[in-house]
């Protein structure tokens, strides 16, 4: 924690090094190595809401779902992704409709731009299927935080939140709408836009992980001075023929895609 020293001054203790920071110019802060006595100029940088995608619709409510036609590119972006691992003679897709929640897009922007800065520039999104079980998907992109991890449950690799590359795993976790005997089960689940960044691949089953792992140095990304340590962004593994995703933090995916689909 930051301790006040005098008017304009701020110490940081960072395990074995210490800082002072002169904060009496902001736009030209000078920091300070106690222990070293390396002088150096800081700035401090705002990050900068980007906008909304260009496809989406004007709202005028801060929650909108836009139905995607069949003939619209997303929806067949979407139904390309899904299909690759569900069989369209026993899964067919009747609905894609676009999320657009502008706070939940807000902070997955700004959380792209922490990891730009993070990681030097290593940047990384996937289109991940999620399934949320017997909660309403509305539940997700209605709530204050989208994802949250407040309510995440324990997984084969801890506390998270979990995405799958394949849409036949996230089938098992689908929310069930409901059946009819012509169409058979209607079933629900999200593509979404997940930030996965310097993940950890592979990473061994640890049901009691709440962090990622920490990371080793990467050129110069992972080490600054101080030594400080940076953790993974996410972590992977395969099971059940998917490669599954995982991450720790809110506001690092957003539920971009519904989609609604029948089981025959």
């Given amino acids: 924690m930051p301790t006040k020293r005098k008017k304009g001054d701020v110490q940081l203790d960072l395990g074995r090094w210490h ?11 000078k920091q300070t190595n106690l222990d070293t006595h390396k002088v150096r100029t800081v700035k ?28 619209d590119e997303e929806f067949k972006r979407a139904e390309e992704i899904f299909y690759k691992s569900m069989a369209p003679a026993t899964f067919k897709i009747t609905h894609v409709e676009r999320i657009q929640r502008r706070s939940l897009w807000h902070e997955y922007q700004l959380a ?21 079980r017997t909660n309403k ?7 204050e935080k989208g994802f949250d991890m407040r309510f995440a449950g324990n997984g084969s690799w801890g506390r998270g939140t979990y995405f799958a590359e394949e849409a036949s795993y996230s089938n098992r976790y689908a929310y069930d709408v409901g059946h009819s005997r012509s169409s058979g089960r209607t079933k629900q689940i999200f593509l979404a836009t997940v ?8 990473a061994p089953h640890n049901q009691d992980r709440r962090v990622p792992d920490i990371r080793p140095p990467q050129g110069t990304v992972g080490t ?41």
Wanted: charged share 30%.
């Fill in 137 to 143: 998907p509305e539940i997700i992109y209605r709530s």
């Fill in 195 to 202: 930030l996965t960044g310097i993940s950890h691949d592979d």
């Fill in 19 to 29: 800082y002072k920071i002169d904060l009496t110019v902001p736009e030209s802060m």
């Fill in 44 to 71: 401090r940088e705002k990050l900068k809401f980007e906008g909304y995608p260009e496809s989406w619709e004007e709202q005028t409510t801060e929650v909108h779902k836009a139905p995607l036609a069949p003939d």
């Fill in 112 to 132: 792209r731009q922490r990891m730009y800065r993070k990681n030097n520039g290593i940047v990384k999104e996937l289109e991940l299927f999620h399934g949320t």
């Fill in 224 to 264: 600054t001075e101080g030594d400080i340590q940076y953790r993974y962004d996410s972590l992977n593994g395969v099971t059940r023929r998917s490669r599954v995703h995982v991450i720790f933090d809110n506001g690092h995916a957003y539920p971009y895609y519904l989609i609604t689909y029948t089981e025959n």
